[in-house]
């Protein structure tokens, strides 16, 4: 007896040896997981030291600024006047407050621990501290669904996975960067709360969705997809007084407390997109009242009389369900109940934005993502997508399994005539094991649910594939591990090894038994080292893709860039800081209160860097003053200086890439100008701007202009395009935009020397090429009467144009 004890305690001992070791290992994988989420999102840093990325980051950072320098209570309490003149802008009311709110409590921490940084540093470095907590967080939340492998793969993953690096790197100080954080820590405490059924767990999780709710309006999905996974556990047959405590809780303190933030106020009470939650709260409270009923009624029926009694309670069912869509719709045409919004109906219905709201189709993230984009943001974890999933959905057959053999074992303890204290000691046992089971796969569900809505919110939209890249490396590293375990199984397993009949094994586990029993030694020897290899050379290329990526894609701040210049056989890097150029110009050379007119893509950075008034900026809010400043753009001179009398237009700014082959500029922008202004201004026309393309006429080869197809059916597939040389219509050459960016062009130096079959005196008229567009310029030299050029960046990227003070009669 003795030595059986002592047996016991060294085969503890090397137990706990062995998960000490196994921890340690862990942290180390932990710590330098953390290590390759910091190193890419720097080389920003290294090449332009703190500098803020795009658009939206720059109104973070002026709101920040004023927090800082103001208090929270002066912010959240803010009127922006030089933004949306002369609407102006209630920044506290109209802004998710959550990012400043982080920027500034890092600003402080670092003021309080001895280190002050700049208000600058701390937006620029947001994005990396929080890259690192969540790749903690994933493998926390990894461990607890999974396993120690399973979460260090994960977290591993998830440090370079290019769908996330995409808005994390340093200076993309934008809602993102913090939210995918605050979203996995909301899914990481309702997973605890589901599988404890603790109230203290749901009040976390609600506290959670508070953060979430105020960093971004992402926090919709997360209000949709934790009633989804719910309504589908009860599917399921997995309904748990667990279930019931945990999205009580949730649901309650979590609309109380999303309620406080400005901009989301009303909403959760009021909007169509929070109402499934509130249906999923009813519905729950229902059938936990109802079902002790139904489960006394139907006891003692006879077939006959089950179905007619389900029959009954289908139709009080389906009556309850047409009284409160009755009611809903009452709710909805007295106004009280508003729908849904365009972004979130956009996602649902693919093509309806691209119907009617073209503002929000203009927005490039806000397209659907290709085959091709998804490769390069998953490269080789895209394959790993469903193997995961087949991987996940297995360990409910393993539960199934556990409840059979456990059945089995109980029958033949009834049958051998077993004390029966000893059969509900191990009943007891049994379900015991069998509730932990079924807790933890109710997180497993979760996350099922999580993964396939991701997946498809990321097909539909490009900006939403940051929501779906942490399910994309859980998915991956249950694929790998399992493949890691096969391996390893094959090289220790003996061949001769059998498996009793109703030992708790995987379908996998079997085939790797079979497949052990029948292959040579060879082989099993071979093929996991050759895996292994293999799983090293696609790591290599996975890793060296990411960071590919993060220094060629994502390391390039808008508002200044690197371009590759060739002379000869040798490649420089040129840098491109017309942008800044033309900030600096305007904050110097202009009035403080000069009030200036662009497209609403450069509002942020004109406010923030420029520090002037603009007319429109990235907030999008009111479609009517973005119309008009479309409508202005496609105006021939005389209207358009109208109209900037009208909006108070000092200085106009324009974005012109023809001469440098910069595509992100205003003439690639004009047609959703058009668009935009023909949903306001019946007088815009889009056709008339844009004349028929040549690639899509019927033509002959030998001659030139190409000849118009005259037949009906033919015309129906003409595409139409804007074009600038002598094709254009006079309507878009009489426009501001298009005399305002080819201004002076006609003194670019040489001719442009046309191929083709042109004529002589059409030759003579080309006087630039637009390297954009790869057309001619025949149209420039138009002198001004209400406007004059007042400057112009090095490369003419930027073009800034003076409103003379001329009055004007209406």
Not at 106 to 117: E, H, N, Q, R, T
Not at 693 to 711: E, G, K, M, V, Y
Request: charged share 15%.
């Amino acid at each position: 007896m003795d030595d059986f004890d002592d047996f016991l305690e060294q085969t503890e001992k090397r137990k706990s040896c062995t998960e000490w070791i196994c921890e340690r290992i862990n942290l180390v994988i932990l710590c330098v997981a953390c290590l390759a989420a910091v190193a890419p999102r720097l080389i920003t840093i290294a090449r332009y030291e703190n500098v803020v990325h795009e658009y939206d980051p720059n109104f973070n950072y002026r709101a920040t600024q004023y927090l800082v320098q103001n208090g929270l209570y002066a912010f959240h309490n803010w009127f922006d006047d030089r933004s949306w003149y002369p609407l102006g802008r209630p920044v506290g009311a109209t802004v998710y407050p959550g990012l400043m709110w982080t920027a500034g409590a890092l600003y402080s921490f670092m003021d309080a621990i001895g280190f002050p940084i700049s208000v600058r540093s701390a937006c620029v470095f947001v994005p990396v501290v929080f890259a690192v907590l969540t790749v903690i967080l994933t493998y926390k939340l990894t461990k607890m669904l999974f396993s120690d492998l399973v979460a260090s793969i994960a977290a591993m993953l998830v440090a370079v996975v290019p769908g996330y690096m995409s808005r994390s790197v340093a200076g993309a100080f934008d809602n993102e960067c913090v939210s995918i954080f605050a979203m996995l820590l909301v899914f990481y405490f309702w997973i605890c709360a589901v599988r404890t059924g603790s109230m203290l767990d749901s009040a976390k999780c609600a506290l959670a969705y508070f953060y979430m709710a105020s960093c971004w309006g992402g926090y919709v999905y997360i209000i949709n997809l934790i009633p989804l996974s719910a309504f589908i556990t009860v599917l399921l047959g997995r309904y748990s007084y667990r279930l019931l405590v945990a999205y009580s809780t949730f649901y309650f303190l979590g609309i109380l407390l999303s309620m406080q933030i400005q901009f989301v106020s009303f909403m959760p009470v009021q909007s169509g997109e929070h109402l499934a939650a509130f249906l999923t709260f009813i519905g729950l409270l229902g059938f936990h009242f109802l079902k002790p009923i139904y489960d006394k009624h139907r006891k003692g029926l006879s077939k006959k009389q089950y179905y007619v009694f389900l029959g009954k309670c289908a139709l009080v069912l389906i009556g309850l369900v047409v009284i409160a869509l009755g009611f809903l719709l009452i709710l909805e045409r007295s106004g009280y109940l508003t729908g849904w919004t365009g972004r979130f109906y956009n996602l649902l219905h693919p093509s309806y934005a691209k119907d009617h709201l073209p503002l929000i189709t203009s927005v490039s993230e806000h397209q659907p993502f290709t085959w091709l984009g998804q490769l390069k943001h998953s490269h080789i974890l895209f394959f790993m997508i469903l193997p995961g999933c087949v991987l996940i959905i297995e360990k409910f057959h393993i539960e199934d399994l556990q409840l059979r053999n456990s059945l089995h074992y109980r029958r033949q303890m009834i049958n051998s005539n077993q004390d029966p204290a000893n059969i509900r000691i191990f009943t007891r046992y049994a379900l015991q094991m069998i509730n932990h089971m079924k807790s933890l796969n109710d997180g497993i569900i979760f996350f099922l649910v999580y993964a396939c809505t991701s997946v498809y919110f990321a097909s539909e939209m490009i900006r939403l594939d940051l929501v779906f890249s942490p399910a994309l490396c859980i998915l991956s590293a249950c694929c790998l591990e399992s493949l890691f375990v096969s391996s390893y199984n094959l090289l220790t397993t003996k061949p001769d090894s059998q498996q009793s009949v109703h030992e708790e094994i995987s379908e996998l586990q079997a085939f790797e038994q079979k497949l052990t029993r029948r292959c040579p030694n060879l082989f099993r020897c071979c093929a996991p080292i050759a895996f292994f290899l293999f799983a090293v050379l696609m790591a290599y290329f996975f890793a060296m893709h990411a960071i590919d990526l993060a220094s060629n894609a994502y390391s390039n701040p808008q508002i200044v860039m690197k371009w590759k210049q060739r002379d000869g056989g040798n490649t420089s890097y040129v840098t491109v800081d017309d942008f800044r150029e033309a900030y600096s110009w305007l904050r110097h050379n202009t009035e403080t209160n000069a009030r200036v007119m662009s497209w609403w893509d450069y509002g942020y950075q004109l406010t923030a860097v420029a520090n002037r008034t603009v007319i429109v900026d990235n907030n999008t809010w009111n479609n009517s003053h973005i119309a008009m400043v479309g409508r202005t753009f496609a105006q021939n001179e005389s209207a358009a200086f109208a109209s900037c009398q009208v909006l108070g237009v000092d200085y106009i700014l324009l974005l012109y890439g023809g001469h440098t082959a910069y595509g992100n500029d205003d003439i690639n922008k004009f047609h959703w100008m058009l668009q935009i202004s023909s949903r306001e201004f019946p007088e815009i026309i889009p056709e008339e701007y844009t004349s028929e393309n040549a690639a899509f006429l019927s033509t002959d080869p030998s001659t030139f202009p190409p000849t118009i197809p005259t037949i009906p059916a033919q015309r129906q597939n003409i595409q139409r395009s804007l074009s600038i040389d002598h094709k254009a219509p006079q309507k878009f050459l009489d426009s501001i935009l298009y005399r305002m960016v080819y201004y002076g062009y006609d003194q670019l130096g040489t001719p442009h020397q046309m191929a083709g079959n042109e004529t002589a005196a059409h030759a003579q008229r080309v006087l630039a090429y637009d390297y954009n567009r790869k057309e001619a310029i025949t149209n420039q030299g138009y002198p001004f009467v209400h406007f004059e050029e007042a400057y112009t960046t090095e490369r003419q990227i930027v073009r800034i144009f003076r409103v003379k003070k001329t009055p004007i009669s209406f």
